[in-house]
Every structure is written in C-alpha cells, then in structure tokens.
C-alpha cells in the first residue's frame, strides 16, 4: 500500500509564507507527476500547481509567481512554497501523487489535506 502525509499548514496573516510538504511512502516503484489541489468552502477542487518527473512545472494563473513547486525524489515528497499570501488563498490543500507500485500497478493517491487560513 501507499500513504501520502501532508504537513505545513496553518494561520498566517495576508502577505505571510508557508511552506507545504507530503511524502508518500509504501511499496512504491516511481512516482511520476505530483501535483497540489485547493479547495475553498463552497468552491470546486482546483489545481494548483503540477510537477512531473523529469520537473516542468505548470501553475494555476493565480498562483503564478507566488508559488513554487518542488520534488525530492530521494524522498518522494513533493512541496509547495507559497509567499505573499492573499485572504482568497484559504483553503484546504491537497497534494497529489501518480504512482507506480512494485506491482506495477499506477495510480492517483491523495493526501489527507492541510487547512491553510490567511488572515486579512
């Protein structure tokens, strides 16, 4: 099996930093893209940012220039840097692994979410 574990969320007041982490552990083979989703109250998921394996990354026009996201490979975690916090960026943030298993099997886990609240 596989698990992925967020951790780095938090209350951080508009114009604030906080740095996101999830690695994923289990029998794993390869991971390939990783990625990180939000989900605001009342609101549809949506993509934040994306990173594939070999590191091009795609962000969500809001995002730009605010974010960045990264991978460890040696540890299968990917994170996300998010500075100059806006109040709209509330949400719960949810990372996203598409994984290879010693089965050879290859699927999207999700992490548990971490709630990010900035304050105006």
């Known amino acids: 099996q596989v698990q992925l574990v967020e951790s780095g969320g938090g209350l951080v007041q508009a114009g604030g930093s906080l740095r996101l982490s999830c690695a994923a552990s289990?029998?794993?083979?390869?991971?390939?893209?990783m990625g990180w989703y939000r989900q605001a109250p009342g609101k549809r998921r949506e993509l934040v940012a994306i990173i594939s394996s070999g590191g091009t990354t795609t962000y969500a026009d809001s995002m730009k220039g605010r974010f960045t996201i990264s991978r460890d490979n040696a540890k299968n975690t990917v994170y996300l840097q998010m500075n100059n916090l806006k109040p709209e960026d509330t949400a719960v943030y949810y990372c996203?692994?598409?994984?290879?298993?010693?089965?050879?099997?290859?699927?999207?886990?999700w992490g548990q979410g971490t709630q990010v609240t900035v304050s105006s």
């Open positions: 996203n692994q598409n994984i290879v298993d010693l089965l050879d099997y290859v699927r999207d886990y």
């Open positions: 289990g029998k794993i083979f390869r991971i390939n893209r």
